[in-house]
């Protein structure tokens, strides 16, 4: 018998808010796994129908403006059946190969997580330069182990109630899996322009905190030796303190990471990442001067 004709011991975690448009292909491809939760924060949509109608425990989260969000209420909260946990937000998708992949990595003792690398979408094309990919994120680890850092950013208004850019702690071994994620977002730009609003006041504190030194112990950390998220901490401590980040930002990802190769697409995303990286400075000059 296939793999993929069996349930995968995993507890399937997705965190949902008004997601009926992105929800239906999220669920059809993670239906191997044994178990799928969706955390729902009130959705005014289908959302918690098309969840129940795939088989899914449709569970509410009511944030309060505290610690902790979303992700680390739910890992702490649900009673998972299995030692294992993937994170997968709405508008991704686990397809079988990966899943093949999965069903084989739990089964070694040595690792307590994976990275798993994403394919981000954008106008329906594949984002692939840019420094876009590779992006690997820690999403399947076991739950017991693992939480999301507290960055200090939770209080901030406007931001939601889901960690975002946080990553997960996890002590112990970790690997790499080789088959892609997906990201494909099925709605519009408006709400990527309106979902970056949001974000932006989260990286305006980031920013605040690491230029005030306020960042809570309790991080991922900075190392430019370290993973590629510990990486990608440490240029951000250097980042933070560079002029005219906005041009540099588009700079970046369009020519010297050779976003310009994604065509059309490509110029898009780098000039919409250029204008977020603007509103990031605004906020955190707000920050700053009105505290």
Not at 175 to 186: A, P, Q, T
Not at 215 to 226: K, L, P, S, Y
Request: hydrophobic share 40%; net charge positive; glycine share 6%.
């Amino acid at each position: 018998m296939s793999i993929l004709l069996e349930k995968i011991p995993v507890s399937v975690l997705i965190p949902a808010k008004n997601e009926e448009l992105n929800l239906p292909a999220c669920l059809a491809s993670v239906v191997q796994a044994a178990e799928i939760f969706v955390v729902d924060s009130q959705s005014s949509d289908r959302t918690e129908e098309i969840a129940a109608s795939y088989g899914a425990q449709v569970v509410q989260f009511y944030f309060h403006g505290c610690w902790p969000k979303k992700k680390n209420w739910a890992i702490a909260h649900l009673r998972f059946s299995y030692e294992w946990v993937l994170i997968v937000d709405c508008d991704e998708r686990i397809p079988p190969a990966l899943w093949e992949e999965i069903a084989t990595a739990i089964q070694n003792e040595d690792y307590n997580g994976y990275y798993l690398n994403r394919k981000v979408f954008f106008l329906g094309k594949w984002i692939r330069f840019g420094g876009k990919y590779p992006d690997w994120n820690l999403r399947l680890f076991k739950y017991k182990l693992g939480r999301y850092e507290n960055l200090n950013t939770e209080h901030i208004p406007n931001t939601g109630d889901n960690e975002v850019h946080e990553h997960v702690i996890l002590p112990g071994k970790v690997g790499y899996l080789k088959n892609d994620m997906l990201h494909i977002d099925f709605r519009d730009i408006y709400h990527w322009i309106e979902r970056h609003n949001r974000y932006s006041n989260w990286e305006a504190r980031v920013y605040f905190n690491l230029l005030e030194g306020k960042n809570d112990q309790e991080t991922i950390g900075a190392n430019m030796f370290g993973n590629p998220v510990q990486r990608k901490r440490f240029l951000k401590k250097i980042w933070v303190w560079l002029p005219c980040k906005p041009t540099l930002r588009f700079i970046w990802f369009y020519l010297i990471r050779f976003g310009f190769l994604d065509g059309k697409a490509g110029y898009i995303y780098g000039r919409l990442l250029s204008q977020y990286e603007y509103q990031i400075g605004v906020k955190l000059y707000e920050l700053r001067k009105f505290g």
